[in-house]
């Protein structure tokens, strides 16, 4: 194929596109769009506890709300806009030329798409899901309408695109490895996507099945959940927490590993007890797993279950602890440039310590019987996702924004956006502690005066519109940035140490004309320290195979969304049965498509490479 | 450092501390004032686990204030490339053994209160003690209802609990799940539709004193519309009002002299006496108990769970339940009643006490 024909539309080419680069790009498009609807539905949350029986949303409705604003958050903003991050950058730290299957590459990102879209569709048709992001249940069994009905669905389809991405990377950080790149000299980043995706590969399988029991009761008479016909609800619990725990590391391991690029960057310094950092990453991903029932200390399990998860859950501060002096000790003796993405990974650690230290609390069980489903617990998991996660992913955005656009953000707005969201951050969470301890439990529409919950909760409110402040001035940025940025170069900050910093910004769709030679950790700092400029080669100089890109991976998530409107509205629409079917069928019929039609790639011909690499050095 | 002044310095940081935490919230509300054993067990925790956070988050401060300050590029060090340190074993053993320290100390208490908290031998014993007071939890979308199996006698909303000594607590829900939790005397347990739980909790006749003789009750559990309007009130009482308030509510029947109040008593024996029982002996199963017991409404200190207790609520409330508790089950189960007839039945509602 041509590279005439190539460029069809700007439109159809993302619609089709199996280049990672331009995955990551849909996925931090997608993620960021539904962090800006999660952003809104937490700003209607504050409004309306501001005052004491304020009348904003109530009832029914700021349920909706509240579920909506966690699941979004988790499900359609963290993990899609973590999946950005690894996409953009995962396969050139490890000097691939993309992801090891580009086809399901795409499918993962469509199948979370349509999920995501499927779910927020139940505010236009009946009412929103209303019985929380853990969606227990006793209460989600009781709810009526259709909005359970779009969670279990929704989930289900994005749910599937995240499994397949979590194999995908696994599967990418085990094949694709340039020569010389061993598993020890893989980055931090790389390293935290792996396990990552080794946690998604295990923490989503349970989260599938739970949510198919919780289908069948809802949409096909089944028993699962109904204790008055032999079902139980505690095993939702179980079931939704061996995810959900996991999950949470899930989001905030990428989140470390974004960190720990920027400090070595930033402080000039190799990151401080590599092996050390790798060996509590991959501690960190396995303790995950023991310790579920942490969420679960005042369900009634007994003494001895709630013991010991409460010892276990403990043993996770250990190798969290050994990450926080690792980093400190990286910055130690360097020679620290304050840029935007270093503002964030400095100010991650008190930050992130503080929601460290009272999950520690929070482990102890017996006075986890006062905090949990308290507003202790909202600040704690705040400090963890927002002071951890959302500070990575602002981070990690400024960071490799030049790398993913060719692009410079605007320092001076970066900062900006910043201090409004640092100051904004600890302004809405830190008294959150104190209301949860003075008897304010969670997910109430209201709270009545002269409990001694007002002046907290006004202060949230505050510290939350100074959140939305720094959104606002990113998207400025982000559009100035567009219309008249400063071009980025290929080592955009000047410090980079790893592979994707070697690369043109953009780079070119088949990211190594050569693919290089790792010779160390660092692999890129390396080179420039022996004063070389670019990669050592591990090739000659050849023709380069790439993928076709296919319209498939959209249709077959497009089918999926179809047949799920078509199953929920079974029973009530003569219309539903069909249209569930037609679904099923254009989701088969494309996956048959896709089996029997041979498609070996094309190949980007040495002489082309030749002409773009040499527009890229003039 | 000397040993006596870790110790002075762990004991002044502990002192600080409480100091501060107590100044937080009220006395009949905050778990941060307890007012029993559970809840001093778990504030002695709370205090314990805080005290070694906070000589966590001191320390990591120290180190990172230093490194933030002292290794920021300065003017003319643009070029400088600091040394590559790769690690050190020592500092690597040092943070990691610290910790596990930390967390054994956690770890020891964490364990004793857990398995302390889970002590309800008491109230399972073949043949009961008379002294141990046992009360069954049954909460229901948006209300409580208290049954005091060895008396044979129930209540709603208001919980009423002999001080000084350890209560005892089946809980069960019996629509969706929801969690029983009185912040001031004790941790959270949740009440399931599968399962019966059980746990203790003591209630101090100090602490009640000062909290004005009433506890705060909440639903600690999402669930459903109204879940942040599901309170309930505690009253503590020492031991012999406890027991004559027993005897009283044995021995209660509505009383009814006013004629406005009988004419509200003949609409209630029409449309609401099918779910609600106005004697505290209710022989009915518990899935016929489909509304709160109404016997000492009078006496009780909210209307609804949430407003003040006068008339005029309990006629805004049976006006319109929706208004004041969206979702729940009474509203269109009565029809519509004139303001006359609802002034009767506030009148006769009203008149429904024990004390």
Redesign the interface.
């Known amino acids: 194929m041509s590279t005439v024909a190539r460029k069809k539309s700007l439109i159809w080419d993302y619609l089709t596109t199996v280049d990672h680069k331009k995955i990551a790009i849909l996925y931090l498009i997608a993620g960021g769009f539904f962090f800006l609807v999660g952003g809104l539905e937490a700003l209607f949350i504050r409004i309306q506890l501001a005052k004491p029986n304020n009348d904003f949303l109530v009832g029914g409705l700021y349920n909706q709300v509240l579920t909506m604003h966690g699941t979004t958050m988790i499900f359609l903003a963290a993990m899609p806009l973590v999946f950005a991050m690894m996409n953009a950058v995962v396969p050139i730290q490890i000097g691939a030329r993309d992801v090891a299957f580009p086809f399901l590459n795409a499918l993962g990102f469509w199948l979370f798409f349509f999920g995501g879209v499927f779910l927020n569709c139940s505010w236009f048709l009946g009412g929103a899901p209303d019985a929380g992001w853990t969606s227990y249940a006793s209460l989600s069994l009781e709810s009526p309408g259709h909005g359970i009905d779009f969670y279990v669905l929704g989930l289900q389809i994005s749910g599937f695109g995240t499994l397949i991405g979590g194999i995908n990377f696994l599967v990418t950080i085990i094949n694709m490895r340039a020569p010389g790149m061993t598993y020890m000299r893989m980055p931090m980043f790389t390293w935290a996507t792996f396990v990552t995706s080794a946690l998604i590969l295990f923490a989503f399988p349970p989260l599938t099945v739970g949510l198919i029991f919780m289908m069948m009761d809802r949409l096909f008479g089944g028993n699962f959940y109904h204790p008055a016909a032999g079902g139980n609800t505690i095993i939702w619990e179980h079931l939704f927490w061996i995810f959900g725990h996991p999950e949470v590391y899930i989001l905030v391991l990428p989140a470390f590993g974004i960190f720990s690029e920027i400090f070595a960057t930033f402080s000039r310094k190799r990151l401080f007890g590599y092996s050390s950092m790798v060996f509590a990453t991959v501690l960190i991903g396995f303790l995950g797993f023991m310790v579920w029932a942490h969420h679960m200390f005042t369900v009634g399990m007994g003494p001895i279950a709630n013991a010991i998860f409460a010892v276990a859950t403990m043993a996770i501060a250990v190798p969290t602890g050994i990450k926080i002096f690792n980093w400190l000790f990286t910055m130690w003796g360097g020679n620290i440039r304050f840029t935007t993405p270093m503002m964030y990974a400095v100010a991650f650690i008190p930050s992130f310590v503080m929601g460290g230290v009272t999950g520690v609390m929070n482990a102890a069980a017996a006075a986890d019987y006062q905090y949990h489903d308290s507003y202790f617990v909202v600040a704690h998991f705040h400090y963890v996702i927002v002071g951890g996660v959302v500070f990575a992913l602002l981070a990690g955005a400024h960071y490799w924004w030049p790398k993913m656009f060719g692009k410079m953000l605007n320092e001076t707005l970066g900062k900006i956006t910043f201090w409004l969201f640092f100051i904004g951050f600890h302004l809405t969470f830190f008294i959150q502690h104190f209301l949860g301890l003075m008897g304010m439990p969670r997910r109430v529409f209201t709270y009545l005066p002269g409990q001694g919950f007002e002046t907290g909760n006004m202060i949230s409110t505050v510290g939350a519109f100074f959140m939305a402040a720094a959104t606002i001035v990113l998207l400025i940025n982000v559009i100035v940035t567009s219309v008249k940025g400063q071009k980025a170069e290929a080592d955009a900050w000047g410090d980079g140490r790893t592979l994707e910093w070697a690369v043109a910004s953009p780079p070119p769709e088949y990211n190594f004309a050569q693919t290089p030679l790792v010779r160390g950790l660092d692999a890129y700092w390396i080179e420039k320290m022996e004063g070389k400029k670019g990669l050592t080669p591990a090739e000659p100089l050849g023709d380069i195979h790439m993928p076709n890109s296919s319209i498939l991976p959209f249709v077959i998530s497009l089918g999926l969304f179809i047949a799920a409107f078509g199953f929920m509205y079974r029973t009530e629409a003569s219309w539903g049965l069909a249209v569930g079917i037609i679904g099923l069928l254009i989701t088969l019929g494309s996956m048959f498509l896709r089996s029997v039609i041979d498609d070996h790639g094309f190949h980007i011909h040495k002489e082309e490479v030749l002409e773009a690499e040499k527009g890229v050095k003039a | 450092m000397k040993k006596w002044l870790l110790n002075w310095r762990l004991f002044s940081l502990f002192s600080v501390m409480a100091l501060l ?1 107590a100044g ?3 006395p009949f ?4 004032q307890p007012a029993g054993e559970v ?1 001093d ?2 504030y002695s ?2 205090l314990l ?2 005290a ?2 906070v000589l ?2 001191i320390v ?2 120290i ?2 204030v230093y ?2 300050v002292r ?3 300065r003017k003319g ?1 643009e070029k ?9 074993h020592t ?2 053993i040092v ?2 053994v610290i ?2 320290i930390l ?1 054994i100390i ?2 020891v208490p ?2 004793s ?6 002590d309800v031998k008491p109230m399972n014993k073949e043949k009961r003690d008379k002294d141990t007071v046992v009360v069954n939890v049954r909460a229901n979308l948006y209300w409580w209802e208290f049954e005091y199996p060895d008396y044979g006698i129930i209540t709603s909303q208001d919980l009423v609990v002999p001080t000084n000594e350890r209560v005892y607590f089946n ?1 069960k ?1 019996s ?3 929801h ?1 029983f ?1 009185i ?2 005397v ?5 009440t ?4 019966k ?2 746990f203790w909790l003591e209630f101090d006749q100090k602490a009640a004193d000062k909290a004005g003789g009433i506890f ?1 009750g ?12 599901m ?1 309930f009130k505690v009253k503590p009482l020492p031991r012999d009002e406890f027991d004559q308030w027993v005897e009283k509510m044995k021995n209660a029947k509505p009383v009814v002299t006013d004629s406005v109040a009988k004419e509200g008593e003949a609409i209630f024996n029409k449309s609401c006496i099918g779910c609600h029982a106005v004697s505290p002996v209710d022989k009915r199963p518990e899935q016929a108990r489909t509304a709160p017991n109404l016997a000492n409404f009078g006496d009780r200190t909210r209307i609804a769970g ?1 407003l003040d207790h006068n008339e005029e609520n309990l006629k805004k409330w049976l006006k319109d339940p929706n208004s004041v508790k ?2 729940n089950k009474m509203t269109g189960t009565y029809g519509n009643l004139t303001d006359e007839q609802i002034n009767a039945l506030a009148k006769y509602l009203m008149s429904l006490k024990v004390e």
């Open positions: 935490l937080c919230g009220k509300l905050s778990t941060l809840a067990m778990q925790l709370m686990s805080t070694i956070m966590v988050i990591v401060t180190i990172f490194v933030v290794f920021r590029q060090e400088k490339i600091p040394k590559q340190v790769e690690g050190s500092l690597e943070w990691t910790p596990i967390l956690l770890a964490t364990v209160a857990t398995f302390k908290l889970a809980l829900a629509d969706v799940k969690s939790w912040p001031a004790g941790g959270k347990m949740d399931n539709t599968d399962n739980n059980q705060y909440k639903c600690a559990e999402l669930c459903g519309p109204s879940h942040a309007l309170d949430i969206p979702g």
